[in-house]
Structures are given as C-alpha cells and as structure tokens.
Antibody
C-alpha cells in the first residue's frame, strides 16, 4: 500500500522559513515524480511544485518561484519543500502527492494527509 | 496559464439521484484531465484520469466524459460518502491547474 506522510508544518512568522518533509513507502520512490499541492483554509486546491523521479527537473507555480525549493533524497524515500520569505498567503495545508500512472503527465494519486503551515503577521 | 472553471459551485441532490458536474478549460487540454473528491477534513482522492478512466477502487457509479475544453463528471446514484467537494485538474500543460470545486450537498 502506498503511504505518504508529511511533517514539518507549524506556526512561523512572516518572512520566516520552514522545511516540509514527505516520507514515502509502498512503491519505488525514485521512479515517480512527486509534487506538493496546497489548500488555504476554506479554499480550493493549488499546485505548488513538482520534481521528476531522478531529481533532474523541477516545476514551480509562479506565486512560489524563487522562494520555495523542492528536493528529494531517493535513498531516504523522502520529498522536501524548503520555504523561505513566507507570506500570510502561504498559510495552507500542504499535501504531498505521488504522480499517478506511468506516462509523462502528472496527476496526483495518492495524496498524503497534509501538514498545516500557518504564517503569522 | 490554463484556467479551469467548474459549475455549479454548489449542487443540491437527494441520495440515490444522479449528479452531473461540469468543468471547462480556457484552452484545450485534450483528454488530460483528472477528477478528485475531497470529503471534509480529508485529503483529496483521485476518481478519474485521462478524462474518462476510473482510478483503482473507484466504483462504477462514477463516470467521466469530454475532451478539449468541456468535461463532465457524472455520479449515477449518490451515496452518503459522495456528499463532498469535487475538483477537476488539467495536466496538459504547466502550470498544473485546478478548478475552483463543486460542492455536492444533500437536498
């Protein structure tokens, strides 16, 4: 069974930094692109970033480009999201998600349970 | 950026009835579209990918159709666990984008 477990969320001041982790099990981690998707309180889903399985390629949403860095350690089956210069609008539950299927395209299956990041002003 | 628009925002349906949800893309996404269901307090779960392929373990009452810019998710007979929020997501182009969601509530 595929399992994704996020950690590292918490309360941080505006302008601060935080690193999220996502530990994966139940599949060959290095073979799959992994992503972060967030959801602000009471709002919809927003894709944040994706990294290819071999870590060679990354994609970022414009609101986080230059502030967030996605990375992975395939020896530890772990995905990371380093967040800097945090803003109030970054407050959200952050989900880790495995790429579904085996094609080039990225949909999300499954998702972790999420970790809450709260940026205080 | 491809903008995804879902309608209606809220759909009131009685248990056992059919629900039809719409998703429109601002530019063609071919068949590169997924649907997710999110129950309160839970992470989203994949229902449909490639516009019409049910994900593993998803019951046959869920069906997806469409291509290009117009897509539909149909739930043939609503069960209690189906009262939730549904999102569409395009993966034809970067950035990946979601629709704003349709909340299916009990009538």
């Amino acid at each position: 069974e595929v399992q994704l477990l996020e950690s590292g969320g918490g309360l941080v001041q505006r302008g601060g930094s935080l690193r999220l982790s996502c530990t994966a099990s139940g599949f060959t981690f290095r073979n799959y692109a992994m992503s972060w998707v967030r959801q602000a309180p009471g709002m919809g889903l927003e894709w944040v970033s994706t990294m290819s399985g071999n870590a060679a390629t990354t994609w970022y949403a414009d609101p986080v480009k230059g502030r967030f860095t996605i990375s992975r350690d395939n020896s530890k089956n772990t995905l990371y999201l380093q967040m800097h210069s945090l803003r109030a609008e970054d407050t959200a539950v952050y989900y880790c998600a495995k790429k579904g299927g085996n094609s080039y395209y990225v949909w999300f299956d499954p998702w972790g349970q999420g970790t809450l990041v709260t940026v205080s002003s | 950026e491809i903008v995804m628009t879902q309608s209606p925002a809220t759909l009131s349906v009685s248990p056992g009835e059919r629900a039809t949800l719409s998703c429109r893309a601002s530019h063609s996404v071919s068949s590169n579209l997924a649907w997710y269901r999110q129950k309160p307090g839970q992470a989203p779960r994949l229902l449909i990918y490639d516009a019409s392929t049910r994900a593993t373990g998803i019951p046959a009452r869920f069906s997806g159709s469409g291509s290009g810019t117009e897509f539909t998710l149909t739930i043939s007979s609503l069960q209690s666990e189906d009262f939730a929020v549904y999102y569409c997501q395009q993966y034809n182009d970067w950035p990946l984008t979601f629709g704003g969601g349709t909340k299916v509530e009990i009538k």
